[in-house]
């Protein structure tokens, strides 16, 4: 077994708004070895993000990390101060925005910006090598070095894309999260880009979080895959496993509601009502509304996350195997 | 980047255009202007009336009454000031329109160089009570009723502590027995600020390709020659008091107006700071672990200067209707005490050029903005 | 949040209720929870605070008049106390601001010029917001020459120095109240406050519904005044609170100089103070404080309600 990079441990946050206390993650628990990928998926507001954001310590004000744990190559960035945790950021995990084509600051060279981020981090030694750095990185992603002394504007939608990747490259990080980084952009540059990372990925042996609503994506490409429903993890496993047995009703939901091209011919199954409302969420497990299978207990007592072999995980009281 | 700026360039000549036309329009179609006075004299025989009509020129078709005047306007010739006689209205504006300028642009590069740190800051910390006490205090000196607020401020700073003299441009006391007149002293005072600025200016922009560590000390060793040079040159000429005296009644203004004007610029600062913090490049920027201090001074602020830029513009487009107002409490003779003076008894002709002045003063001001603008934002510079 | 209640319409009866039943339900639920936002806010609520207090004068004044105090001691224009030997006097018991240098009584002649303040102040907001917005909503729809026309105007208005042009414009003719709420509204409605209104409107211009109504087979006309200029009213609400600040401010500077032919305000009354020579009188506080500190601070009333108000419709200023 290879050096497991991030540890998350019951991992709980809420948001104080308005309306009330939204609880957007809750009790998540998941693990990343070196070098390996993952992928995140669920309906939007299910808390994709919010992990997402939780791992990188950049949440708004409003937002609080209850209990749990961010175990990052060994240490908790939980406790972290803020002034250790930003020496982290970029370095050791680093982040491939939604809206990739609004992370680029318009006033700032592209090139600069990038460089920028391996200064604060100490990387650079010489301008020149800084650059030549740089050069190199445009070429991994498939842009023209040259292209570095240009302002964001001058870029196309997936130029930009390929930029930012660029950036997250630059500091040599342990973990890349990408959160559904090629939504803006039309679907072949879609697939070729999402290709591209994963070799990448693979080229560097960095691990890489992919959070996406798509599960059929996600299963194709990633080597693991979280599933979440309202804030809660609901299955994690193998991507191989999860898509052969799905266990939660949710997951097989989720892959019902996808056109299969190469297996057997499914009816598709489109999954009734609406995620739930995480500032009153429903009692015992959240997706018992909506699950067909649900049994008195599912709505009083909320199901425990656990192995149920092989490396799988799921929270349900009514596994689909044991169906 | 050339086409943009020849476009605005066209612009801003097209609406100069018009805001003279306008100023004309204003000035001739007045029911009764100051030449239907001097023309309703009953004692004139209808002759008499009518040479007197062609003398003044108002025999000849409102178009063409309107390119003549066009083109005095653009030779510097808005006639004889009446209450200024025998003086031409732009002898006069050459004599008023330098001390208006230095007080405003003065007061309003302080205004907004202070308005824009403090409202960076109020943006970034957002929430709490100090922001309430810093917005309401900040309404509070935006909105106060300026003739009063300077009026507080004489009574303080010039009536109960008696540190600056409660008005206006000089102390005539001593001046009885100056060997040279006021306007010989400001215009040496006014070349020595240009020079010492621009020279500040361009080393302050070279010392920026300095290692960090020369950068300050090349600044401050400028600095201090170019303070040593001025003293130099003023305890040389030997008026240098008379200088002072001149500029110790500037201060009082200057603090007044940079304090109103201050306020306005760090409201909007603080919302466009904030519309700039929820930009996802804000967030990529934490995101890659650079301190609070840059992402706030060199990304977000960046972006949120340009409204500010916009108002400063707007401002210097104002001067004189600010002017009217400080300079009526100061008793500061520039453009604005002139319009007022020449509004309240009729001096048509010195109207007319106070406004085209103003008009100057705004169209230079919008050109200087477009300048800016390229200078900020790529996105234009390269459009 | 305020936009999550308004997309929630009421699930299953909604065919059975009429229509305009449903639309003034929205409206209450959107308003209840603007206001809720609003007073959330303490900066607005000052706001509020100063203008009623301010708006109360106006109603006791005439009741005041007709009730306690005597016509021709406490008359605001033609007023005078004859039991005091010298004016202006100091605040008494009967003159609780003191009287002024023609033997008025301050606290009357400021709680009178109120009501000329918030008329001056609403007319002139209200003609620069209907202007406006009608420019602002008909230049984003139809682009082109009419734009162009409009944004040029507007670059020059926004140039213009109005008060400057206002003194001589005062020079040449009287300025009443009624005409130079007029010309400050119409100078508002072809300036800043067009161009602001014309961007919200482009906005608007290329969301869902404007497409839809289109293809319903909506005229031009039908659009913009049923879809377009609904949508702008928060923000063209806003810039009213802005344009009262700016009318009563303008007032209070020309009332001030003596340019305006009006009868008493709180300009005038520190005009007459200054006329008389007491401006820098400063032991004689009551003539200068009180109309200047009521000039201050509804102006920054308003534009403190105002500002709240920027804070909930502009998504881009809120805190969360």
Redesign the interface.
């Given at each position: 077994m290879s050096e497991t990079v991030l540890r998350v441990d019951d991992l709980t946050m809420h948001y104080t708004?308005?309306?009330g206390e939204v609880s957007a993650v809750n009790n998540v628990s998941f693990s990343l070895q070196r070098g390996q990928s993952m992928g995140l998926v669920g309906e939007s507001g299910c808390g994709k993000t919010s992990v997402a954001f939780s791992l990188?310590k950049?949440l708004?004000?409003?937002a609080h990390i209850k209990q749990g744990h961010i175990y990052l190559n060994g240490t908790d960035v939980v406790s972290l101060r803020e002034e250790d945790m930003?020496?982290?950021?970029?370095?050791k995990i680093?982040?491939v925005?939604q809206?990739a084509m609004?992370?680029?600051?318009?006033?700032y060279k592209v090139g600069d910006q990038i460089l920028?981020?391996m200064e604060?981090?100490g990387l650079v030694e010489t301008l020149q090598s800084a650059r030549e750095h740089i050069a190199s990185l445009f070429e991994l992603v498939g842009l023209d070095p040259k292209l570095m002394d240009q302002?964001p504007?001058?870029y196309s939608g997936g130029m930009r894309q390929r930029a930012?990747i660029a950036?997250a490259l630059s500091c040599n990080p342990d973990i890349i999260i990408a959160d559904e980084p090629t939504t803006a952009l039309d679907v072949i540059v879609q697939d070729a880009l999402l290709r591209e990372m994963i070799e990448l990925q693979k080229k560097l042996n960095m691990s890489m979080i992919y959070i996406s609503h798509d599960i059929a994506v996600i299963a194709e490409v990633t080597e693991r895959i979280g599933v979440m429903y309202a804030g809660r993890m609901a299955e994690f496993g193998s991507a191989v496993e999860i898509f052969k047995h799905p266990l939660h009703p949710y997951t097989f939901g989720l892959m019902s509601s996808f056109p299969s091209i190469v297996g057997e011919k499914r009816e598709l199954v489109s999954l009734p009502g609406e995620p739930p409302d995480l500032i009153n969420p429903p009692s015992g497990c959240r997706f018992h509304p909506r699950c067909p299978y649900a049994t008195e207990i599912c709505s009083q007592q909320d199901p425990e996350f656990k192995d149920l072999g092989g490396d799988h995980y799921v929270a349900c009281w009514h596994p689909l195997e044991a169906n | 980047m050339r086409r943009y700026l020849l476009n605005r360039l066209a612009q801003n000549i097209l609406i100069f255009f018009a805001f003279l036309t306008l100023v004309y329009v204003l000035v001739d179609a007045q029911p009764g202007s100051y030449a239907d006075q001097y023309l309703s004299d009953p004692r004139l025989t209808p002759a008499q009336r009518e040479i007197l009509k062609k003398n003044l020129g108002l025999d000849r078709p409102v178009l063409e009454r309107y390119f003549l005047w066009l083109r005095n306007a653009f030779r510097g010739d808005f006639g004889i000031s009446f209450s200024n006689y025998p003086r031409q209205v732009l002898d006069v504006i050459a004599e008023r329109a330098p001390r208006t300028i230095i007080l405003f642009l003065t007061a309003t590069i302080l205004s907004y160089y202070i308005g824009f740190l403090t409202g960076k800051i109020l943006a970034w910390k957002r929430g709490g009570w100090g922001e309430y006490a810093a917005t309401i205090g900040g309404v509070g000196l935006y909105t106060v009723f300026l003739p009063w607020f300077a009026l507080m401020m004489v009574w303080f700073w010039a009536y109960t502590l008696k540190v600056f003299p409660i008005g206006k441009f000089l102390d005539p006391v001593l001046w009885r027995q100056s060997p040279v007149d006021a306007n010989y002293v400001f215009t040496r005072m006014l070349i020595t600020a240009f020079l010492s600025a621009l020279i500040l200016f361009i080393v302050f922009i070279l010392a920026r390709r300095l290692n960090p560590a020369q950068r300050t000390p090349v600044r401050l060793v400028t600095l201090a020659v170019v303070l040593i040079g001025i003293f130099a040159y003023w305890s040389s000429t030997g008026v240098g008091r008379y200088a002072a005296d001149i500029l110790h009644h500037l201060v009082l203004p200057i603090f007044t107006l940079a304090t109103v004007n201050f306020a306005g610029t760090m409201l909007l600062t603080r919302n466009s700071m904030l519309e700039t913090l929820r930009e996802d490049y804000i967030m990529a920027a934490k995101a890659k672990g650079l301190p609070d201090q840059i992402v706030r001074d060199k990304h977000a602020s960046r972006n949120a200067l340009l409204p500010v830029v916009t108002s400063f513009v707007l401002a210097v487009a104002f001067i004189l209707d600010g002017g009217v107002i400080t300079e009526t409490t100061f008793s500061w003779p520039g453009m604005g005490l002139t319009l007022l003076s020449a509004a309240l008894v009729q001096d048509i002709p010195m109207v007319v050029g106070a406004l085209v002045f103003t008009g100057i003063m705004a169209l230079s001001a919008h050109l200087i903005a477009d300048l800016l603008y390229a200078f900020l934002d790529p996105r234009i510079r390269y459009a | 949040m305020a936009e999550l209640t308004q997309s929630t319409p009421p699930a299953k009866s909604v065919l059975e209720i009429p229509l305009w039943q449903v639309r003034l339900r929205l409206l209450w639920r959107s308003l209840k929870t603007n206001l809720a936002l609003f007073a959330e806010n303490p900066i607005g609520l000052v706001g509020v605070a100063i203008i009623a207090f301010f708006f109360m004068f106006t109603i006791i004044h005439p009741i005041l008049m007709n009730t306690v105090w005597d016509k021709n001691t406490y008359d605001p224009v033609v007023g005078y106390d004859a039991e005091i030997p010298f004016h202006p006097a100091p605040p008494s018991a009967k003159h609780i601001l003191g009287t002024d240098p023609l033997g008025r009584d301050v606290l009357s002649q400021l709680m009178w010029s109120t009501r000329s303040e918030f008329i001056l102040g609403l007319v002139a907001a209200l003609v620069s917001v209907v202007i406006a917005t009608t420019i602002g909503a008909i230049t984003a729809y139809y682009g082109g020459f009419i734009d162009n026309f409009f944004m040029r105007l507007a670059d020059i208005v926004i140039m213009l120095p109005y008060i400057s042009i206002l003194i001589v414009m005062s020079a040449l003719f009287d300025l009443t109240l009624p005409v130079l709420a007029l010309i400050l509204g119409i100078l508002g409605g072809f300036g800043g406050t067009t161009i602001i209104i014309k961007s919200q409107a482009l906005t608007i211009k290329v969301r869902t519904y404007i497409e839809a109504a289109r293809v319903a087979g909506g005229g031009d006309f039908h659009i913009i005044l049923r879809h377009i200029i609904p949508n702008l009213m928060p923000l063209s609400f806003l810039y009213m609170m802005f344009a009262v600040n700016g009318a009563i401010a303008s007032e209070a500077v020309l009332s001030f100089f003596g340019l305006l032919n009006i009868r008493m305000s709180w300009g005038l009354m520190i005009y007459t103070s200054s006329y008389s020579g007491y401006l820098l009188d400063f032991q004689k506080w009551w003539l200068i404080f009180p109309a200047s500190l009521s000039i201050s601070m509804l102006c920054a009333a308003f534009y403190l309600v105002g500002r709240a108000m920027d804070e909930i419709i502009n998504p881009r200023l809120r805190k969360r």
């Amino acid at each position: 077994m290879s050096e497991t990079v991030l540890r998350v441990d019951d991992l709980t946050m809420h948001y104080t708004t308005r309306a009330g206390e939204v609880s957007a993650v809750n009790n998540v628990s998941f693990s990343l070895q070196r070098g390996q990928s993952m992928g995140l998926v669920g309906e939007s507001g299910c808390g994709k993000t919010s992990v997402a954001f939780s791992l990188m310590k950049l949440l708004p004000d409003n937002a609080h990390i209850k209990q749990g744990h961010i175990y990052l190559n060994g240490t908790d960035v939980v406790s972290l101060r803020e002034e250790d945790m930003r020496k982290l950021r970029w370095s050791k995990i680093s982040m491939v925005f939604q809206a990739a084509m609004n992370a680029l600051n318009p006033v700032y060279k592209v090139g600069d910006q990038i460089l920028e981020a391996m200064e604060t981090h100490g990387l650079v030694e010489t301008l020149q090598s800084a650059r030549e750095h740089i050069a190199s990185l445009f070429e991994l992603v498939g842009l023209d070095p040259k292209l570095m002394d240009q302002y964001p504007h001058e870029y196309s939608g997936g130029m930009r894309q390929r930029a930012v990747i660029a950036m997250a490259l630059s500091c040599n990080p342990d973990i890349i999260i990408a959160d559904e980084p090629t939504t803006a952009l039309d679907v072949i540059v879609q697939d070729a880009l999402l290709r591209e990372m994963i070799e990448l990925q693979k080229k560097l042996n960095m691990s890489m979080i992919y959070i996406s609503h798509d599960i059929a994506v996600i299963a194709e490409v990633t080597e693991r895959i979280g599933v979440m429903y309202a804030g809660r993890m609901a299955e994690f496993g193998s991507a191989v496993e999860i898509f052969k047995h799905p266990l939660h009703p949710y997951t097989f939901g989720l892959m019902s509601s996808f056109p299969s091209i190469v297996g057997e011919k499914r009816e598709l199954v489109s999954l009734p009502g609406e995620p739930p409302d995480l500032i009153n969420p429903p009692s015992g497990c959240r997706f018992h509304p909506r699950c067909p299978y649900a049994t008195e207990i599912c709505s009083q007592q909320d199901p425990e996350f656990k192995d149920l072999g092989g490396d799988h995980y799921v929270a349900c009281w009514h596994p689909l195997e044991a169906n | 980047m050339r086409r943009y700026l020849l476009n605005r360039l066209a612009q801003n000549i097209l609406i100069f255009f018009a805001f003279l036309t306008l100023v004309y329009v204003l000035v001739d179609a007045q029911p009764g202007s100051y030449a239907d006075q001097y023309l309703s004299d009953p004692r004139l025989t209808p002759a008499q009336r009518e040479i007197l009509k062609k003398n003044l020129g108002l025999d000849r078709p409102v178009l063409e009454r309107y390119f003549l005047w066009l083109r005095n306007a653009f030779r510097g010739d808005f006639g004889i000031s009446f209450s200024n006689y025998p003086r031409q209205v732009l002898d006069v504006i050459a004599e008023r329109a330098p001390r208006t300028i230095i007080l405003f642009l003065t007061a309003t590069i302080l205004s907004y160089y202070i308005g824009f740190l403090t409202g960076k800051i109020l943006a970034w910390k957002r929430g709490g009570w100090g922001e309430y006490a810093a917005t309401i205090g900040g309404v509070g000196l935006y909105t106060v009723f300026l003739p009063w607020f300077a009026l507080m401020m004489v009574w303080f700073w010039a009536y109960t502590l008696k540190v600056f003299p409660i008005g206006k441009f000089l102390d005539p006391v001593l001046w009885r027995q100056s060997p040279v007149d006021a306007n010989y002293v400001f215009t040496r005072m006014l070349i020595t600020a240009f020079l010492s600025a621009l020279i500040l200016f361009i080393v302050f922009i070279l010392a920026r390709r300095l290692n960090p560590a020369q950068r300050t000390p090349v600044r401050l060793v400028t600095l201090a020659v170019v303070l040593i040079g001025i003293f130099a040159y003023w305890s040389s000429t030997g008026v240098g008091r008379y200088a002072a005296d001149i500029l110790h009644h500037l201060v009082l203004p200057i603090f007044t107006l940079a304090t109103v004007n201050f306020a306005g610029t760090m409201l909007l600062t603080r919302n466009s700071m904030l519309e700039t913090l929820r930009e996802d490049y804000i967030m990529a920027a934490k995101a890659k672990g650079l301190p609070d201090q840059i992402v706030r001074d060199k990304h977000a602020s960046r972006n949120a200067l340009l409204p500010v830029v916009t108002s400063f513009v707007l401002a210097v487009a104002f001067i004189l209707d600010g002017g009217v107002i400080t300079e009526t409490t100061f008793s500061w003779p520039g453009m604005g005490l002139t319009l007022l003076s020449a509004a309240l008894v009729q001096d048509i002709p010195m109207v007319v050029g106070a406004l085209v002045f103003t008009g100057i003063m705004a169209l230079s001001a919008h050109l200087i903005a477009d300048l800016l603008y390229a200078f900020l934002d790529p996105r234009i510079r390269y459009a | 949040m305020a936009e999550l209640t308004q997309s929630t319409p009421p699930a299953k009866s909604v065919l059975e209720i009429p229509l305009w039943q449903v639309r003034l339900r929205l409206l209450w639920r959107s308003l209840k929870t603007n206001l809720a936002l609003f007073a959330e806010n303490p900066i607005g609520l000052v706001g509020v605070a100063i203008i009623a207090f301010f708006f109360m004068f106006t109603i006791i004044h005439p009741i005041l008049m007709n009730t306690v105090w005597d016509k021709n001691t406490y008359d605001p224009v033609v007023g005078y106390d004859a039991e005091i030997p010298f004016h202006p006097a100091p605040p008494s018991a009967k003159h609780i601001l003191g009287t002024d240098p023609l033997g008025r009584d301050v606290l009357s002649q400021l709680m009178w010029s109120t009501r000329s303040e918030f008329i001056l102040g609403l007319v002139a907001a209200l003609v620069s917001v209907v202007i406006a917005t009608t420019i602002g909503a008909i230049t984003a729809y139809y682009g082109g020459f009419i734009d162009n026309f409009f944004m040029r105007l507007a670059d020059i208005v926004i140039m213009l120095p109005y008060i400057s042009i206002l003194i001589v414009m005062s020079a040449l003719f009287d300025l009443t109240l009624p005409v130079l709420a007029l010309i400050l509204g119409i100078l508002g409605g072809f300036g800043g406050t067009t161009i602001i209104i014309k961007s919200q409107a482009l906005t608007i211009k290329v969301r869902t519904y404007i497409e839809a109504a289109r293809v319903a087979g909506g005229g031009d006309f039908h659009i913009i005044l049923r879809h377009i200029i609904p949508n702008l009213m928060p923000l063209s609400f806003l810039y009213m609170m802005f344009a009262v600040n700016g009318a009563i401010a303008s007032e209070a500077v020309l009332s001030f100089f003596g340019l305006l032919n009006i009868r008493m305000s709180w300009g005038l009354m520190i005009y007459t103070s200054s006329y008389s020579g007491y401006l820098l009188d400063f032991q004689k506080w009551w003539l200068i404080f009180p109309a200047s500190l009521s000039i201050s601070m509804l102006c920054a009333a308003f534009y403190l309600v105002g500002r709240a108000m920027d804070e909930i419709i502009n998504p881009r200023l809120r805190k969360r």
